[in-house]
């Protein structure tokens, strides 16, 4: 995509196909199997040592995986979730799916995470589950969402990993701090399938449920029935469609091979911004806690607006007028129309994640980036913050 003065649109995040990928694919697409065979489990096979967990269900999407979760926790109306407001609207919306009621929980104003002072003051009797959203790749607080947690063992603590595949907490990698970790496959994620996502745990009930519900909560798969010669099969829940095809896994895996070494050109290019703006006084980046490895989804800078004198859409404007392809990571859920029509939210009830909206700006970052890329960005957010 070129502007007028010919410069390459830069995208804020980008897949990364090569030719080992589409051997990979092609592969698959000569042999008998399309959907469901053995490269579902070999994908998920893999997911389970590279995350550390005992088991994992792929299914159709991020979103697809959250819904999983979420009816494996049996979540149904009546049941609260407790949820950041500064995630993707799929977090929440996979609780609405089943029928129960987001809480939102506000965020520590320097790295946007969801407190844990917060989660504390908005647990009630009805509170099932927490989601904990490792934002733009940095792991949550989970020692301090635990120690929160430690009183109400009744209460599931779920991660939405999807921006934070092979981020790692005090050493341990994301994907054995909760009780289920979520991963989407969309092509601005780490690796990509198209469209695809994970659960990860080490609960073999729970994950035999997602496998159910993937399949419409068929109890027995196609391939076990043939084994058994047998056309017979037991519908024992409502379940969906929520599958992943063989070659969408057989995608997935090479590009799992892969992504150690994306990781690490995701953290050179995220140190280069950093020490660049560390020169820049009215542009912070989001804080970094020390005892973390970083997965860099997103590289999120805040403005000081007040002492650069313009908003964020004038600011946004002038990248995207140079080609720079940058983006809001998120407009806070709890403000969107239908959470404050149906799930009756209020502004004002997340008031720090709803000041940080206001001066937040994602600007590209994805293993394919070179470093004179880098440096146009750099330079065109330098200069738009010229009055
Ligand atoms: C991408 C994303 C999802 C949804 O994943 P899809 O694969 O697009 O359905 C959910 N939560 C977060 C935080 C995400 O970034």
Redesign the pocket.
């Known amino acids: 995509m070129k502007n007028k003065n010919d410069t390459p649109f830069l995208p804020y995040g980008k897949q990364f196909i090569d030719d080992g990928d589409i051997q990979a694919v092609s592969d698959v697409l000569s042999s008998d199997w399309l959907t469901t065979g053995p490269n579902v489990e070999a994908f998920e096979n893999a997911m389970c040592r590279f995350a550390g967990a005992e088991y994992a269900a792929a299914v159709s ?6 819904h999983a979760a979420m009816n494996a926790l049996d979540i149904r109306p009546g049941d609260e979730v407790i949820v950041p407001p500064i ?2 609207a ?2 929440a919306n996979a609780v609405v799916y089943q029928g129960g009621t987001p809480v939102f929980a506000d965020v520590d104003p320097h790295s946007l995470l969801i407190d844990p002072l917060s989660v504390r003051a908005k647990l009630t009797p009805k509170t099932r589950a927490v989601i904990a ?3 733009a790749g940095h792991p949550c607080d989970y020692d301090s969402l635990k120690a929160v947690l430690e009183k109400r063992k009744d209460v599931v603590l779920v991660a ?4 934070a595949l092979g981020a790692e907490y005090k050493k341990n990698r994301v994907g054995t701090l909760a009780d289920m970790t ?1 991963f ?3 092509p ?2 780490h690796i990509t399938t198209g ?3 994970m659960v990860v745990t080490d609960d073999r009930y729970k994950a035999e449920k997602i496998k159910k519900f993937r399949n419409h909560g068929i109890s027995v798969d196609h391939h076990q029935r043939e084994n058994m010669g047998s056309w017979y099969y037991e519908i024992d829940e409502l379940g969906f469609n929520y599958r992943m095809t063989d070659f969408q896994c057989a995608l997935g895996m090479s590009q799992l091979e892969k992504l150690p070494g994306w990781l690490e050109k995701r953290n050179r290019i995220a140190n280069q911004y950093d020490r660049f703006f560390s020169d820049i006084p009215a542009v912070s980046p989001l804080k970094k806690n020390k005892d973390i490895y970083h997965a860099y ?1 997103i590289y999120v800078v805040k403005f000081d607006l007040v002492q650069i004198g313009k908003n964020r859409q004038q600011i946004f404007t002038e990248l995207k007028n140079r080609s720079i392809g940058v983006n809001v ?1 998120y407009i806070p859920v709890h403000m969107h129309p239908f959470y404050q029509k149906k799930i009756n939210t209020k502004i004002g009830m997340c008031p720090t994640a709803e000041a940080a909206y206001q001066k937040i700006l994602t600007i590209p970052l994805f293993p394919g980036m070179t470093k004179a890329d880098v440096q146009r960005v750099c330079k065109a957010v330098r200069n738009s913050l010229k009055v």
């Open positions: 999407s991020g979103t697809a995986a959250l995630t993707f799929a977090t959203v490792d934002y939405d990993a999807c921006h979520i989407s496959f969309h601005v994620k469209e695809g996502g989804h990571h």
